[in-house]
């Protein structure tokens, strides 16, 4: 998770790493990243990042990325009946064509939130298809309006899956 199966450009790879470096700890990447229905410059990129102070990786991560302390939006994410607390937020940098979406978790949290995470990297065949076509009709024929494209991408990657929606709360 450390690295990513497809790859990015080399000034993607520069800001993470640097990112990584100024925060000192490492970044894990889930997501699309790692898996075949990723689209470079058009799907964002998935991190997680764990640490023992939270606050501390907030007001860094704040800094580094030139964003507000209330962009960081606190969630609660029930896994297998355990409730993780963490944070998520959405950077966007056009000039150098990075979106990413960070959660920000207790390192306590760090096993359960890999294993949930890595049970979405080999998807099945039909599914990789599935999520090709939607992709490939959200970027780049814009056919899908954002609201309805993550409502068709959560319903394959869940109930297509066999598995029921997560419960994620996210707080405005």
Known sequence: METTKNKLPENVKIFFN????????????????????????????DVDVFTDNIGSTISRM????????????PIIW???DKQV???KIKYENEEENIVAEFAIYNEKFKDLIIKEHTNKFVLPFYITIMLYILKMFHYTIPLFPKKQYNK??????????????DKFIIFQ
Do not use: E, M
């Open 18 to 45: 640097d990112l990584s470096k100024y925060l000192d700890t490492k970044l894990l990447f889930y997501g699309s990243v790692q898996r075949q229905d990723y689209f470079p410059g058009s799907s964002d990129i």
């Open 62 to 73: 704040q800094h580094f990325l030139h964003v507000k302390h209330s962009d960081f939006k």
């Open 78 to 80: 029930i896994i297998d």
């Open 85 to 87: 607390y963490g944070y």
């Open 152 to 165: 068709c991408k959560r319903f394959i990657l869940t109930k297509c899956l066999g598995y029921d929606y």
